[in-house]
């Protein structure tokens, strides 16, 4: 019965590929989740994951590979962003939420012109299910060098976050794991733009790292809860929206934030009632 | 022979509109613990970052063993002791993952720490007496604890300069006096030490040098003629020599 239940959704091919694409964007945005919650870049997160949309529309029509054009501009609004801020007396969240916005409207204005071709609610909402073989395999491609790059570079990552000035000050190019990492973020948000959708790309980037930031005080094992909870949540989400016939994306980010809230109150050490608990024992 | 370890020429640094530091001017001795006394924003951290190459100087230049600061840092020939603030020390790593920063330059780049670096690692633990504490979060380290584990992560680089941003601020005795210490093995050892400072009472117990800064370098030589009330009370103003004539 159970048996049942858990291996229906195998059997259709959509479901398949629906779960596989989202269990490797769970886990390269888990991944990345870690260093985005550590270095206090959730707001980038958010401002490059709407800033690729012209890109990925570009790409699309000029028949290139999207995760192409959403990186030129990825990093080319962090390169605005990064611009207005040190040549104006205007601070980092306002220039965000303008860079982004204004990336974002014109991706909307280009997807109207080219609106025979590309659905909007697939870009705005993710399109699992109906997801195209050059779409996974692009996919694949992107996190797997993410992945590799993060891996190799592990150290160097942390410390950039860490202490840059540290970094520095032994002779590392911390200009060179700024981009990089804003690179990855970039490529990586265009596979969790398939999985996901655009809007919602931001909590695949944040919410695993946050979650396991609660739960431990190394960041290996932070690194690798990241990664499996980003790859449950897809999991879970993937059945709860087979069995209930509701929106994949919607479903995968809900189970990420139902974990993230579990966290907040039942995390062993850092929880609310952790907390609570340790500070009855201290009196 | 003297030879001269940190050389600053004539060094202007302003953060917009306002200039931090005014044609600072230093030849800092290999061998020697030199003190850098001023008061709050007379740009002490200023000086450093200027040497570090952090801040980009209006005019002049640094040279650190002849060489500019790039070249001296790829080289691992300055560990630089920040002030505690300037990280975040929620951040998940242990003390043992800290100090092994230290040893970062001088590993390939894939950073596998080799069995020279553990060792090393180690003696810089049991030197700053943190080897009981080197599992634990730093989350749970106290003040002087971080002080600590800085200094370690310094000394884990093995490097020939080292340069400190008050390292005595906020710390108990029994540390501040650790961390003298670990300064004067170091000198001992033939290495450069500056070390910035608001307690003027251990000065001419370690510092064989001193640097007086308001802006500009005021007074900069040997502790014995450069460190008197009328300097001091040059660097700190009126309040200052007020105290001390009632005194």
Known sequence: ?283 | MVTTSIAVENVTVAYHDRVALYRASLAIRSGTICGLVGMNGAGKSTLLKAIMGFVRPLEGRVLVQGLPVGAAQKRNLIAYVPQAEEVDWQFPVTVFDVVMMGRYGRMNWLRLPSKVDYTLVQTALTEVEMGKLQDRPIAELSGGQRKRAFLARALAQQAQIFLLDEPFAAVDITTEKLIIDRLLQLRQAGHTVLVSTHDLSSIKTFCDQVVLINRSILAYGDVETVFTPENLCRTFGNHFCQYQEGK
């Not at chain 1, 207005?84 to 909307?108: C, H, M, N, Y």
């Not at chain 1, 655009?198 to 909590?203: C, G, P, Q």
Request: hydrophobic share 55%; proline share 2%.
């Open chain 1, 1 to 283: 019965m159970f048996w049942q239940w858990l291996t229906a959704p195998w059997q259709y091919e959509f479901m398949v590929r629906a779960i596989l694409l989202s269990v490797v964007v769970g886990l390269v945005c888990g991944a990345l989740s870690c260093y985005m919650v550590l270095r206090g870049w959730a707001l980038m997160g958010d401002a490059i994951s709407h800033a690729v949309l012209p890109g990925v529309i570009l790409a699309h029509v000029l028949n290139l590979p999207l995760a192409l054009g959403a990186f030129v501009f990825g990093v080319g609004s962090v390169l605005t962003i990064g611009f207005v801020e040190s040549q104006t007396r205007i601070k980092e969240d306002t220039v965000i939420g303008i860079v982004f916005t204004g990336f974002f409207a014109l991706g909307l204005v280009l997807l109207s012109k080219v609106k025979s071709t590309i659905d909007l609610t697939h870009i705005l909402f993710g399109n699992v299910l109906g997801i195209s073989n050059t779409d996974i395999y692009q996919t694949v491609i992107s996190s797997v060098v993410t992945l590799t790059i993060l891996f190799l570079r592990q150290r160097d990552f942390l410390l950039f976050c860490f202490d840059p000035t540290h970094a520095r000050s032994i002779g590392i190019n911390t200009n060179l794991f700024h981009y990089l990492l804003l690179s990855l973020l970039s490529l990586t948000a265009v596979a969790g733009l398939q999985a996901v959708g655009i809007i919602l790309v931001v909590a695949m980037l944040i919410t695993p790292g946050a979650t396991a930031y609660l739960l431990t005080d190394r960041f290996d094992r932070m690194l690798g809860l990241a990664m499996g909870l980003g790859a449950a949540a897809a999991i879970v989400g993937n059945y709860v929206s087979f069995y209930l016939d509701v929106a994949t994306g919607g479903c995968i980010v809900l189970v990420q934030t139902l974990l993230f809230g579990l966290a907040v109150f039942f995390a062993p050490k850092h929880g609310i009632l952790a907390r609570k608990f340790w500070a009855k024992i201290d009196l």
